[in-house]
């Protein structure tokens, strides 16, 4: 069966510090990847998507990128976290674009 | 962008009962809908999905119904247990494209 896995589950880190948040799936091959972030009473915002390795699609302008580096393997980085990107980021797989997203329990990120 | 709204931002049912717990899309394209349930701390979980050239989709007590002519979806629970206690919310996309999340209706199960 597939699994993903995020890390770390919190993360409490300085203004103008740098983040790399890491997501891998296993049980499967070639999945469509997902960065979104959570806002208390907010629905889901979808930051970036990946068909592949390497391919990076932005949906925001953000303070934040991405990079597949491997089929299973997507990171969410920062150079420099603003106080603004505090939030509950999730990433999830699915199979392809129209197939059910399935996440990952997420990473509490409070930026101080 | 998409409008997805739930219509009650809580809901409170006493154990045993059935809970039902709406959602509202404003696209009349969108083709494919998800219910998702996420407890506190957790990620989202996939409860059912619907596509639009079905009304109605029956899981284990859970039955997801969909009404294209007023743009309306709802999550049905059976029998209602204190497992069920979270968050409800509802996704829609339309053609492939981006899925557009809710905010969530909180279900609270009485014992």
């Known amino acids: 069966s597939q699994t993903i896995h995020q890390w770390p589950a919190t993360l409490v880190q300085p203004v103008g510090s740098p983040l790399s948040l890491e997501c891998t799936v296993e049980?499967?091959?070639?999945?469509?990847l997902y960065w979104y972030r959570q806002a208390a009473g907010r629905g889901l915002q979808l930051l970036f998507y990946?068909?592949?390795?390497?391919?990076i699609s932005s949906e925001v302008p953000q303070n934040l990128s991405a990079s597949r580096p491997q089929d299973r393997q997507f990171i969410l980085s920062s150079k420099k976290l603003l106080l603004s990107d505090s939030g509950f980021y999730l990433c999830?797989?699915?199979?392809?674009?129209?197939?059910?997203?399935?996440f990952g329990d997420g990473t509490r990120l409070s930026i101080l | 962008g998409e409008s997805v709204g739930l219509h009650l931002p809580t809901l409170s049912v006493q154990e045993g009962d059935n809970s039902i717990i709406n959602c509202a899309y404003s696209?009349?394209?969108?083709?494919?809908f998800i219910w998702y349930k996420q407890e506190s701390g957790k990620g989202p979980q996939f409860i059912i999905d619907?596509?639009?050239?079905?009304d109605k989709r029956q899981g284990q007590r859970v039955t997801v119904l969909l009404n294209k002519t007023v743009k309306h979806l709802s999550l049905q629970i059976a029998a209602t247990q204190p497992g069920d206690s979270a968050v409800y919310f509802c996704a829609e996309s339309t053609a492939g494209n981006q899925f557009y999340f809710g905010t969530g209706t909180s279900l609270t199960v009485i014992p």
């Open positions: 696209n009349s394209a969108s083709d494919y």
């Open positions: 990946s068909v592949g390795i390497g391919q």
């Open positions: 999830a797989w699915s199979v392809n674009r129209d197939q059910p997203q399935h």
């Open positions: 619907i596509r639009s050239n079905m």
């Open positions: 049980g499967t091959s070639n999945p469509n």
